[in-house]
Every structure is written in structure tokens, then in C-alpha cells.
């Protein structure tokens, strides 16, 4: 597609449950970024995929969160059990390659609302 | 750790009036980029311009410049001529070369542009 696509735009969802959310990332884009977005935390920085592959995932806030990516393209991020402190947007962001070409390509997030 | 400081929460200045933005940061890294993105109302992040540390010369893009200090760790965002489009979440951001650690993001400021 022309830009990083990201669904769903919106989600509410009770306290406990399950959710998943997708990011259809520019095609070609090697790299791929989730952040979150939240009043109290500011924007932060949660997990990076080169490729399929994340390296490091110590920056996702807890067990209930993961992550993963397949085919190079799409990456889904899911929450279990979810609490009402996740109540955020979430940002994905894709790049070409991550060290030859910096500049990152946001989605308009998901606003993830737990009631 | 790296850590981006933008101390100006909010900004309002009269249509088509030069307006600067700080931000500094800190790192023991050498090897880094720099960054400015606009986020609107939509939500999505929009790069504004950046610097690669390794260059002495300010990036400029249009109205849009920076004055990049790399010895005070400072790197403001100047816009010439401000309009009412230019309303926006302004995010200083920093990266570390190759990518892997994603984006670290300042609060923000809010600027508002007056008719």
C-alpha cells in the first residue's frame, strides 16, 4: 500500500480479554516499530523487527504482551488479559532497512481503550 | 539510556511568525540521528526533518531548519513564516545508528498558531 495501514483505528474492549493488533507496513520495508502512546508515559519505544525477527524484546511492558511478524510484512500485536493501564495508542512504524535508511513511516495507531 | 528533554509543554505564536522549539538530550553514543516530527490531531507522526550527528551543517527543509549544537547536546526546530497548518504535537526524537533500539521521544510541546 502507499503508507503504513493499521488496524483497527479504534478498539474497545473489557478488562480480561484478548486483543490483537495489525500492522500492514509499507511493502519493501525491511524494518519494522511499535511504540505506545499514552498520557502518563509519553511515546515509548516497545519492540523492533528486522525482518521476522525481533531481537530484543525487553522493551514490551510485560508477559501479556507479544509480538510477532510474518512474511516480512504484516506484524500483529497482542495483548492478553488486558488491564486498564494499557488503555493507549498504539504506533507502527516501518523503515526501509533500519541502518541504511532512517527515516520511519507511522501509521495512524490504534487507540486502545480497556473499560 | 538515552533521554530527549523538550522543556516547552505548549507554544503559541501569531501566523507568520518565526517560532523555535528546543529540545536536548543526552547519550554516549557517537554515532546518532536526530529528529522532529509533527503529530496532528489524525494522530499520525509526520518526520519534519533530521540530522545525521556526523554532519556539522543544520539540516533545511523549506521553512523548517534546525540548529543543531552536537558539543551542548542541543538541537532546536525553527519555522520561518508559521501557519495555522503548522498546529501541531512537535516531538523531538533521537536514534541511535542501525536502528535497533527505535525512536526515544521527548513529552512534546503543543504549539498553536494564531490567526
Known amino acids: 500500500g502507499a503508507g503504513v495501514s493499521q488496524s483497527p483505528s479504534n478498539k474497545v474492549t473489557e478488562k480480561g480479554k484478548d486483543v490483537e493488533l495489525r500492522c500492514d507496513p509499507i511493502?519493501?520495508?525491511?524494518?519494522l516499530y511499535w511504540y505506545r502512546q499514552s498520557l502518563g508515559q509519553g511515546l515509548e519505544f516497545l519492540i523492533y523487527?528486522?525482518?521476522?525477527?525481533?531481537?530484543?524484546k525487553s522493551g514490551l511492558p510485560s508477559d501479556r504482551f507479544s509480538a510477532e511478524r510474518t512474511g516480512g510484512s504484516v506484524s500483529t500485536l497482542t495483548i492478553q488479559r488486558t488491564q486498564q493501564e494499557d488503555s493507549a495508542v498504539y504506533l507502527c512504524?516501518?523503515?526501509?532497512?533500519?541502518?541504511?535508511?532512517?527515516?520511519?513511516?507511522f501509521g495512524q495507531g490504534t487507540r486502545l481503550t480497556v473499560v | 539510556a538515552q533521554t530527549v528533554t523538550q522543556s516547552q509543554p505548549e507554544m503559541s505564536v501569531q501566523e507568520a511568525e518565526t517560532v523555535t522549539l528546543s529540545c536536548t538530550y543526552d547519550t554516549s553514543e557517537s554515532n546518532y540521528y536526530l529528529f522532529w516530527y509533527k503529530q496532528p490531531p489524525s494522530r499520525q507522526m509526520i518526520l519534519v526533518i533530521r540530522?545525521?550527528?556526523?554532519?556539522?551543517q543544520n539540516a533545511t527543509e523549506n521553512r523548517f531548519s534546525v540548529n543543531f549544537q552536537k558539543a551542548a547536546k542541543s538541537f532546536s526546530l525553527k519555522i520561518s513564516d508559521s501557519q495555522l497548518g503548522d498546529t501541531a504535537m512537535y516531538f523531538c526524537a533521537f536514534m541511535i545508528r542501525g536502528g535497533a533500539d527505535g525512536l526515544t521521544f521527548g513529552k512534546g510541546t503543543h504549539l498553536i498558531i494564531q490567526p
Open positions: 512504524a516501518s523503515s526501509l532497512d533500519s541502518g541504511k535508511n532512517t527515516e520511519a513511516f
Open positions: 511493502s519493501g520495508h525491511t524494518a
Open positions: 523487527f528486522q525482518g521476522n525477527s525481533a531481537p530484543d
Open positions: 540530522q545525521e550527528a556526523y554532519k556539522q
